[in-house]
C-alpha cells in the first residue's frame, strides 16, 4: 500500500551540512585546492581605505567570478541568483548556507575601480599558471599560438562609416579605452587601413569578415599555450586583424620568459604568422624554430615559373634561372654603394634583357616583360630554415598537436559561452579573456590532478 504523509510539520532543528551536501567528485571541489587567493588579497590592500564600512569580501567577488566563467554563467545578475540557490557554489565561496549573496551592481564598481587598478584578474590568472607550472603540467619546450574571434557587444544597427570618424556626441567609458589605445600596435596603431565601419558604443571593435559569412564587430583573443597537456601560458586581446594577432604572439612569448622563466624550443602556429619579420624575429631574436608555414605568394598564377625554379647562390648572392642564366641585383656600378633593399624589405635580382630575349624558356618564364626579375626578402634565411622544417616528422606532429589550442576556443564558445563579449572596451575584453583562460586553466588542474579518492577498510 502506498503510503501518504497526510501532515506537514516542520522540524525545530536541523543538522545540516554543506560539506557533506557537497559531492566528493563535484567539479568545485576539485578546483578549490588550486585557488589561492591570499597573495591577492596583500595586493589589493593599498587599494581600500583604512576607514569607513567594512567592504564585501574580495575573495567572494572572485569566486563568484570564478564560479561563472567556469559554468558558463555569462550573466552576473543570474549568478547572483544559482549562488544564492546552488549549496554546491555556496560551499565554493564560503557563504555557508546563511550567507547574504553580494548584489550584482558590486561587481560592476569592483570592476571599473579596484580590480582594474590592481590588475588583479590578470595577476589571478598568472597565480593558477604559477600553480600549473608547480604540478608539473607546463613541459616548456613546445608552444602553440592562434587567435580567434569573439563577437563584441556592438550592434551593427547603429554603425557609422570608418571615415567619418566617431560621432561628435559619441562618448563612454568604451570610447575613453579606444582613444587611449590608438597608439597601440594591438589596437589602433595595429594597420593604417581605415576600417569600413565603427561601432560608436564600442569603437576598439573591428568591423570584420574574417569567418567569410556576415561581417560583425569583434576582437580577437590569443592564446599561447604549452602542447603537452593544452595549458593556457598567456593571453592578450586584440583588435581582430592579422597585424595586431602577431604583436601579441610576440607580447605572450616575452612574457612568459619574464615571468616564468618559459623559453620554448618550438612555436607551432597558422600561416597568419609566417610573415618574414615573424619567423626572422623567432630564429634570430629568439632562437625559437618556427614550426609555421610559410606565407608565400611567389607561385604565379599564370603557370609560368616560380621563384622555387631559381636557385639562390650564398656566395655570389645572385639567383640562376633553368636555362643558367644568372639574375643579380645591379648590372653596373655605383659611386655610392647602394644596399638594394626597397621599402617592403624585399631585394630584386634581375636578368639580362640579351639573355632573356632569345631563350627558348620566355614564354614560360616572363612572356609579358622584357626580362626576368625575382624577389628575395631580407629574412629570407629565417623562412629557408622554415621551410626545412617542414619537411621533418616534428612537423607533421606539431600539426596535430596545434588542433589542442584550436578544440581551447571551441571549448570556450561552446561550453563557457564565450561566443559574444558582454563587457564593452579593450579593458572589458582583456577582462572577460583573462577570466575565461583561469577558468579553463582551473578545469584542467581539476582533470589532471583529480582529488585521491580514500581506501576503503579491510
Not at 360 to 373: D, I, L, M, Y
Request: proline share 6%.
Amino acid at each position: 500500500m502506498m503510503g501518504e504523509r497526510r501532515v506537514r510539520q516542520d522540524a525545530l532543528f536541523y543538522e545540516f551540512s554543506l560539506e557533506r551536501h557537497v559531492p566528493e567528485r563535484h567539479l568545485l571541489r576539485s578546483i578549490d585546492r588550486f585557488v589561492a587567493l591570499d597573495g591577492l588579497r596583500q595586493e589589493l590592500a593599498p587599494f581600500y581605505s583604512e576607514m569607513g564600512r567594512p567592504s564585501i569580501d574580495p575573495e567572494l567577488l572572485i569566486r563568484m567570478l570564478i564560479v561563472g566563467y567556469c559554468f558558463g554563467i555569462r550573466s552576473e545578475r543570474r549568478l547572483c541568483e544559482e549562488v544564492h540557490l546552488n549549496l554546491a557554489y555556496r560551499w565554493f565561496c564560503g557563504l555557508g548556507l546563511d550567507g547574504e549573496v553580494p548584489d550584482h551592481s558590486t561587481f560592476s564598481k569592483n570592476r571599473h575601480g579596484r580590480f582594474r587598478d590592481s590588475d588583479l584578474l590578470r595577476r589571478l590568472f598568472e597565480t593558477v599558471l604559477q600553480r600549473c607550472i608547480e604540478e608539473g603540467l607546463v613541459g616548456g619546450e613546445g608552444f602553440a599560438i592562434d587567435a580567434s574571434l569573439i563577437a563584441a557587444e556592438a550592434s551593427d544597427r547603429t554603425r557609422v562609416e570608418g571615415t567619418a570618424g566617431l560621432p561628435p556626441d559619441a562618448a563612454g567609458r568604451a570610447v575613453e579605452e579606444y582613444l587611449a589605445v590608438l597608439d597601440d600596435a594591438a589596437f589602433g596603431a595595429a594597420t593604417e587601413v581605415t576600417p569600413k565601419f565603427m561601432a560608436p558604443a564600442d569603437p576598439a571593435a573591428r568591423w570584420t569578415a574574417a569567418h567569410r559569412g556576415p561581417a560583425f564587430f569583434a576582437y580577437s583573443v590569443n592564446y599561447l599555450i604549452d602542447v603537452d597537456n593544452a595549458i593556457i601560458v598567456d593571453v592578450e586581446a586584440t583588435t581582430a586583424i592579422r597585424q595586431a594577432e602577431v604583436t601579441a604572439a610576440k607580447r605572450m612569448i616575452e612574457r612568459s620568459l619574464e615571468g616564468f622563466a618559459l623559453d620554448p624550443v618550438r612555436l607551432i602556429g597558422d600561416t597568419a604568422y609566417g610573415s618574414a619579420e615573424m619567423l626572422n624575429w623567432l630564429v634570430h631574436d629568439r632562437g625559437i624554430e618556427p614550426h609555421i608555414p610559410v606565407f608565400d605568394k611567389s607561385q604565379r598564377p599564370d603557370g609560368t615559373f616560380s621563384r622555387e625554379d631559381f636557385a639562390y647562390d650564398h656566395v655570389s648572392d645572385t639567383y640562376r634561372c633553368p636555362a643558367g642564366k644568372t639574375l643579380q641585383r645591379y648590372r653596373r656600378r655605383f659611386t655610392v654603394p647602394r644596399s638594394g633593399v626597397m621599402k617592403n624589405n624585399m631585394i630584386y635580382y634581375r636578368a639580362s634583357k640579351h639573355d632573356c630575349g632569345p631563350c627558348p624558356f620566355k614564354s614560360g618564364c616572363c612572356p609579358n616583360e622584357p626580362a626576368r626579375k625575382v624577389q628575395r626578402s631580407i629574412h629570407e634565411g629565417a623562412r629557408d630554415l622554415a621551410r626545412e622544417i617542414a619537411k621533418t616528422e616534428a612537423y607533421r606532429t606539431s600539426r596535430c598537436q596545434r588542433k589542442k589550442v584550436e578544440m581551447l576556443f571551441a571549448h570556450l564558445k561552446r561550453i563557457l559561452k564565450l561566443d559574444r563579449l558582454r563587457l564593452r572596451g579593450p579593458n572589458g575584453a582583456r577582462d572577460e579573456f583573462h577570466l575565461a583562460a583561469t577558468a579553463q586553466n582551473l578545469r584542467k588542474l581539476a582533470k589532471l590532478m583529480p582529488i585521491p579518492m580514500p581506501m576503503p577498510a579491510g
